[in-house]
């Protein structure tokens, strides 16, 4: 390892332990209403989450040196909801997508994260949860996923399954965001996300680099045009692999 290579890694450190910081403090400002809007029922209990939320990544990203960029917010259409399919690069994405995502929304996300103190909290309130390890699991998720589609709500899937840790674009899609649309009717809406993997790359563990981040929206799809889900997944796939070569 070079000098420039060991001094950015130092610099990565520090700038974790600050991004830490910065973090917890803005998170526990927002912990007390988060925690009592648990009586409020569904879909309003989400329609109030998210604007807070975004409020809060609204403090913590400047704080910790991130920029955003967001577009394609017109391709939402009113009083419409959709399947949103973000790849998935780092553990930042979730910070990005959901806030991002014009409306209410739920993410499907993994269950060993809502585990951490306080910060699962906030985790349980946006997320369909789900045990990679249990084919129950699997299938409750994929029924809860059905009733916020038809409570109106957005759902973000990551087809990829996992973060994307190959040199490729996107890794291989799963199934169930197509099996989803096809079944509900519901629009698909591509989500490219660039730059989170910068901010906490995969190959490092206790690094944090401030930057840029960006969320790119694209055209809604009707899976209507398709024979079956999975000529709709490789069009995604193909639509989506595209616009990260040129993103």
Not at 13 to 30: E, V
Not at 121 to 131: A, H, N, P, Q
């Amino acid at each position: 390892m070079n000098m420039n290579n060991k001094i950015k890694n130092i610099l990565g450190a520090l700038f974790t332990i600050y991004g830490g910081i910065i973090f917890i403090s803005t998170m526990l400002l927002f912990i007390p209403i988060i925690w009592v809007i648990r009586i409020v029922h569904e879909p309003k209990r989400t329609i109030i989450f998210i604007p807070i939320c975004r409020l809060w990544m609204s403090i913590f990203f400047p704080l910790a040196g991130i920029r955003v960029k967001i577009s394609g917010k017109e391709h939402f259409g009113k009083g419409q909801n959709y399947i949103v399919t973000c790849n998935h690069n780092s553990l930042a994405d979730i910070l990005l997508s959901s806030p991002g995502i014009p409306g209410a929304n739920k993410t499907i996300a993994k269950i060993e994260l809502s585990k951490i103190p306080i910060f699962g909290l906030i985790y349980k309130r946006g997320s369909i949860l789900i045990d990679r390890k249990s084919d129950s699991s699997k299938k409750e998720s994929y029924s809860k996923m059905k009733e916020v589609l038809a409570m109106g709500m957005h759902m973000c899937i990551y087809p990829e399954g996992t973060r994307n840790k190959t040199n490729k674009p996107l890794k291989t899609f799963h199934d169930g965001a197509f099996k989803l649309s096809f079944e509900t009717g519901k629009p698909i809406i591509p989500g490219i996300i660039k730059g989170t993997n910068k901010l906490l790359p995969h190959d490092k563990s206790f690094y944090f680099w401030p930057g840029k981040i960006e969320l790119k929206f694209l055209p809604a799809i009707e899976p209507q045009q398709f024979a079956n889900y999975s000529e709709l997944k490789d069009y995604v796939y193909n639509v989506m692999e595209k616009e990260l070569s040129l993103f």
